[in-house]
């Protein structure tokens, strides 16, 4: 006698290719869209960084309110404030010529993009606009996932 169909072997075997096959595709497109994250905060700190300096040429100061040839050591965690000078002003920077952004001021995983005048680099304090990346891990925190422009360079 002859029989049609599977077996419970054949079918749980193809069960389990699709099922590892499902894995694999999501852990590639997870892998897709932190990077597009990731590709998407250099752009916009690209964007930020250009603001920040037509600020500090066209007022002398950062968006944490010292003076453009001293940062100082006051770091500004949100940007999009009237006393960092991006959008708006609070009457603290005298030749304001902006808005300098109107872009959104929060990173692809939902922080804000922070001014840091003494981040440190291999020991080396530098001015920076910056993303504390995927982690999120903040303040004077300084690790491998920021993501971050220099603007002393």
Known sequence: MKRNGFSLVE???VVGIIGF???VAGLAIG???QGSHKNQATAELDMISTAVLQLAWDTGKWPNGQ???NGGSIEKWELS???CGLKDTD???SHWKGPYYDGALI???GNPYFFDPDYKIEGINHVVVG???PNGGGRNLYDSDDIYVLLDD
């Open 11 to 13: 079918i749980m075997v």
């Open 21 to 23: 096959l499902a894995i």
């Open 31 to 33: 892998r897709g869209i």
């Open 67 to 69: 003076l453009r040839i």
């Open 81 to 83: 404030s009237g006393t």
């Open 91 to 93: 009457g603290n920077y």
């Open 107 to 109: 990173d692809p995983w």
């Open 131 to 133: 993303s504390f990346g």
